[in-house]
């Protein structure tokens, strides 16, 4: 099931994660972010248990967009470790996503 990371939970559910984690940061009005949303709740569910997937809306959460130098959406990253382990700007293929996850694992 994909998450909604927030200022308030993203410390325990993205920097404490046992296991990798991909964040869409996106925001309601971006064409592109939009096109992304299903590929991201696909993904979300094939990976369940082994990715954690979700969204990040930067109108709603400026700070962590900030703090991860997030100037264009969607931007999608990858935490490993509590740690950036890769980062996509721009709308991807699912196929391109699945090669970043794999990358994670």
């Known amino acids: 099931?994909?998450?909604?990371?927030?200022?308030?939970?993203?410390?325990?559910?993205?920097?404490?994660?046992?296991?990798?984690?991909?964040?869409?940061?996106?925001?309601?009005?971006?064409g592109p972010c939009q096109m992304m949303a299903p590929v991201i709740g696909q993904l979300a569910g094939e990976y369940e248990g082994k990715v954690k997937i979700g969204k990040l809306n930067v109108d709603e959460n400026p700070d962590i967009a900030v703090q991860y130098k997030v100037m264009s959406i969607p931007t999608m990253i990858i935490f490993r470790n509590g740690e950036v382990f890769s980062k996509e700007v721009g709308a991807s293929s699912k196929k391109e996503v699945e090669k970043a996850i794999g990358r994670a694992l």
Do not use: G, R
Not at 1 to 14: D, L
């Open 1 to 30: 099931m994909e998450m909604k990371f927030t200022t308030a939970n993203f410390e325990e559910e993205v920097l404490k994660s046992e296991i990798p984690v991909l964040v869409d940061f996106y925001a309601d009005w971006c």
